[in-house]
């Protein structure tokens, strides 16, 4: 009989190529499976790329919102991983265009990042709207990069928490953003709150990258 106890038990997911997304694994048998196999999925939105990831202590609870894993289709094969290196060529080029697009039909709305599923026939461009202003019709503009980038296009608006937490990077504490890594959902940090701190509101000191203030502001405040 195995030692072994039921909470040591790893359990598995599988993390997608971009933003850090993380599925979780169920219905397996942990010895089949390989951890830090390079696969190719199916989600609910289309074939995507990934890796097994085990975890000992429980799964994140950050885990992917807007993503659902619906099955693991094969382990990547040779011709997949030369196939998933030209991913981020194709991303940079299509980021391009989704900037000149956006300028060109005179939109105030900033391209924040662009996404490609493993398969290439969608992407994913995320864009935040300018301050002050509104957006009321996209559709010309969906149309105009579904023909430039031979792809079906969906745009889908972020906040700039949400900005931050997909483009991810430093933190003042010279962390990596909690936001991008673990935090499931943004703190809501009041001004009162910071005060109560004894701290000054300013750019440089109590806000994130996202230009909101710091969630971590939250996780020391007298509740």
């Given at each position: ?48 790329f ?46 391009a ?29 995320y ?7 509104s ?6 503009l ?13 745009l ?42 004894g ?25």
């Amino acid at each position: 009989m195995s030692d072994t106890k039921p909470a040591d038990k790893k359990q598995m997911a599988i993390k997608l190529r971009k933003f850090n997304r993380i599925c979780p694994i169920t219905g397996y048998r942990e010895e089949s499976i390989k951890v830090g196999a390079p696969v190719v999925v199916q989600t609910d939105r289309g074939v995507e790329f990934g890796e097994i990831i085990a975890y000992r202590l429980g799964l994140p609870r950050a885990l992917s919102r807007d993503v659902r894993l619906k099955k693991v289709i094969r382990y990547a094969t040779p011709e997949d991983m030369e196939k998933v290196k030209t991913i981020p060529a194709l991303e940079e080029k299509g980021l391009a265009i989704a900037v000149q697009k956006a300028k060109e039909h005179e939109l105030p709305i900033k391209i924040a990042n662009i996404e490609y599923l493993f398969d290439t026939t969608r992407a994913i461009i995320y864009y935040k709207v300018e301050e002050g202003k509104s957006v009321k019709n996209l559709r010309d503009l969906t149309r105009d990069l579904s023909t430039n980038l031979e792809a079906r296009v969906n745009l889908r608006q972020v906040s700039p928490r949400d900005e931050a937490r997909i483009l991810g990077g430093l933190g003042p504490c010279g962390r990596v953003l909690c936001c991008s890594v673990w935090l499931e959902k943004p703190k809501h940090v009041t001004v009162k709150m910071v005060k109560d701190q004894g701290l000054a509101i300013s750019p440089t000191k109590t806000s994130g990258i996202c230009g909101r203030l710091m969630c971590c502001l939250e996780y020391e405040h007298e509740k």
